[in-house]
């Protein structure tokens, strides 16, 4: 999380900072410093699904990130795609290409091996070692341990 904030700092917005009660706050000597956003306001700035944002972070460069962020939502690709077109380098050889609006129109277009099956989408897997867990569990087992937390 600390990455993602990083990567794309969340601004405080201008309604926000003339909110009366961060300015009684800031009157009484106390400083906000985290941003207050609606969650409107956050599905606006993070159109992308989670798991998109994860694969951009890699990106380094940041004119790079934006474009397959940008690219990524005009597109609608999925996981499998962005990370396709980060690998063999597509904003590079946009970047390159003399004819830019033909690569970008090519890009849009998903492979076969950017398709997810059902049984795919729906398989997620979960890490619950935090629940102590031994190697072979019942159902009742994961259940009680999950109401503990």
Same mark, same amino acid.
């Given at each position: 999380?600390?990455? %993602?904030?990083?990567?794309?700092?969340? %601004?405080?917005?201008?309604?926000?900072?003339?909110?009366?009660?961060?300015?009684?706050?800031?009157?009484?000597?106390?400083?906000?410093?985290?941003?207050?956003?609606?969650?409107?306001?956050?599905?606006?700035?993070?159109?992308?699904?989670?798991?998109?944002?994860?694969? %951009?972070?890699?990106?380094?460069?940041?004119?790079?990130?934006?474009?397959?962020?940008?690219?990524?939502?005009?597109?609608?690709?999925?996981?499998?795609?962005?990370?396709?077109?980060?690998?063999?380098?597509?904003?590079?050889?946009?970047?390159?290409?003399?004819?830019?609006?033909?690569?970008?129109?090519?890009?849009?277009?998903?492979?076969?091996?950017?398709?997810?099956?059902?049984?795919?989408?729906?398989?997620?897997?979960?890490?619950?070692?935090?629940?102590?867990?031994?190697?072979?569990?019942?159902?009742?087992?994961?259940?009680?341990?999950?109401? %503990?937390?």
């Amino acid at each position: 999380m600390r990455k %993602l904030y990083q990567t794309w700092p969340i %601004l405080q917005t201008p309604s926000a900072k003339s909110d009366p009660v961060t300015e009684s706050l800031k009157q009484s000597g106390i400083d906000q410093t985290v941003s207050v956003i609606s969650a409107e306001q956050a599905r606006l700035a993070f159109p992308l699904p989670w798991s998109h944002y994860v694969r %951009l972070m890699s990106v380094k460069k940041k004119h790079a990130r934006t474009f397959y962020e940008g690219e990524a939502i005009r597109g609608g690709w999925s996981v499998r795609q962005l990370e396709r077109q980060i690998n063999s380098q597509f904003y590079e050889r946009t970047a390159l290409s003399k004819n830019k609006a033909a690569m970008l129109t090519k890009g849009q277009k998903a492979k076969p091996g950017d398709l997810v099956t059902t049984a795919e989408e729906i398989k997620d897997p979960y890490v619950l070692e935090f629940l102590d867990l031994k190697d072979e569990y019942s159902e009742s087992d994961l259940e009680e341990s999950l109401s %503990l937390v």
